[in-house]
Each structure stands twice: as structure tokens, then as C-alpha cells.
């Protein structure tokens, strides 16, 4: 018995050739119209805000960009990689923590040592002995308690 598997669904792109009996000469999936057209709106305003004027040159150049960005753009994206997983890794690729190419630091000085001209005495002793604020640890059982009898070794009897 031989088991099919569902490879041949992903195969098929979803596909826009344009309206009936009129269709484009290339082929464009969905997502890529999805992503291009923001995209060309988005590069439009960037070259506004460069001061490159609107004209046919400038937005011929535009769309030139747009097309090679969303081809960049949809050649990562699958129906296994979807183009929210796609931008979430990217986000998250811009913000990981890098390792640092210079030292952090400078040369060591000694500016932030405190220094006291008086040599530090040692701290008088407690009489108790034992660490300072420890009490000594208590006797396992008290002298007259039953259960200190029972730790007794047996007397020796008949000798």
C-alpha cells in the first residue's frame, strides 16, 4: 500500500493571472500582491522624503525597486514559512543581543579604593567564645531527661 502525501496542495500556487481574457504576462501570487502593493507605497514616500519629485522616471524607479524588494520579500516566504513568521524572525534577528566588538572598561585605577591611615585592629572577643551574635548550639538533652538515662551505656554487671 502506498501512502499519498499532501505535497501536491502546496505545489499549486495561488495564483493571479489577472482578469479573464485579459491576463498579465507574468505570473504573481497572492501574497506577492499583498506585500508588493504596500511595499510601493512605502518606497514612494521614501523617495519623497529624499526630494526626488513625482514623475514618470521617479515612479518607474519605484516600481522598479518595489518589484526586486517583493521578489527579495516572497522568495522567503512558503506555505511552510508564512509571511508573519518571516517578519517576527527578522524582528527578532534586528533586536538579539550582540556580542560587544570593544572592551568595555578602561584601565584599572586605584581612585576608587578608600584608604584609611589607621591599620583595622581586630574586634575584641566574647567571652562565650563562639561568632559574634551565634549563640553556642544547646546540649542535646538536658542532664536529668529520660532520654539522656537510655543513651547511658549499660552498667557493668556482675564483675
Given at each position: 500500500?502506498?501512502?499519498?502525501?499532501?505535497?501536491e496542495?502546496y505545489r499549486?500556487?495561488a495564483?493571479?493571472?489577472?482578469?479573464p481574457?485579459a491576463?498579465?504576462?507574468?505570473?504573481?501570487?497572492?501574497?506577492?500582491?499583498?506585500?508588493?502593493?504596500?511595499?510601493?507605497?512605502?518606497?514612494?514616500?521614501?523617495?519623497?522624503?529624499?526630494g526626488?519629485?513625482?514623475?514618470?522616471f521617479?515612479?518607474?524607479?519605484?516600481?522598479?525597486?518595489?518589484?526586486?524588494l517583493?521578489?527579495?520579500?516572497?522568495?522567503?516566504?512558503?506555505?511552510?514559512?508564512?509571511?508573519?513568521?518571516v517578519?517576527?524572525?527578522?524582528?527578532?534577528?534586528?533586536h538579539?543581543?550582540?556580542?560587544?566588538?570593544?572592551?568595555?572598561?578602561?584601565?584599572a585605577?586605584?581612585s576608587?579604593?578608600?584608604v584609611?591611615?589607621?591599620?583595622?585592629?581586630p574586634?575584641?572577643?566574647r567571652r562565650?567564645?563562639?561568632?559574634?551574635?551565634?549563640?553556642?548550639?544547646p546540649?542535646?538533652?538536658?542532664?536529668?531527661?529520660?532520654?539522656?538515662?537510655r543513651?547511658?551505656?549499660p552498667?557493668?554487671?556482675g564483675?
Open positions: 500500500m502506498r501512502i499519498r502525501t499532501d505535497d496542495i499549486v500556487d495564483v493571479w493571472l489577472g482578469p481574457k491576463t498579465f504576462p507574468w505570473r504573481a501570487r497572492y501574497v506577492a500582491w499583498g506585500v508588493g502593493v504596500p511595499l510601493f507605497l512605502v518606497v514612494l514616500a521614501v523617495e519623497r522624503q529624499i526626488i519629485g513625482f514623475d514618470f521617479s515612479t518607474a524607479w519605484g516600481l522598479v525597486i518595489t518589484i526586486a517583493t521578489r527579495i520579500i516572497t522568495s522567503k516566504i512558503s506555505h511552510e514559512r508564512p509571511l508573519g513568521a517578519f517576527t524572525m527578522w524582528f527578532r534577528e534586528l538579539a543581543p550582540r556580542e560587544r566588538r570593544t572592551p568595555t572598561g578602561g584601565a585605577s586605584a576608587k579604593i578608600r584609611n591611615r589607621e591599620r583595622p585592629r574586634r575584641a572577643r562565650g567564645g563562639g561568632r559574634r551574635g551565634v549563640a553556642p548550639p546540649a542535646p538533652y538536658p542532664p536529668d531527661s529520660p532520654a539522656r538515662a543513651r547511658r551505656p552498667a557493668a554487671v564483675r
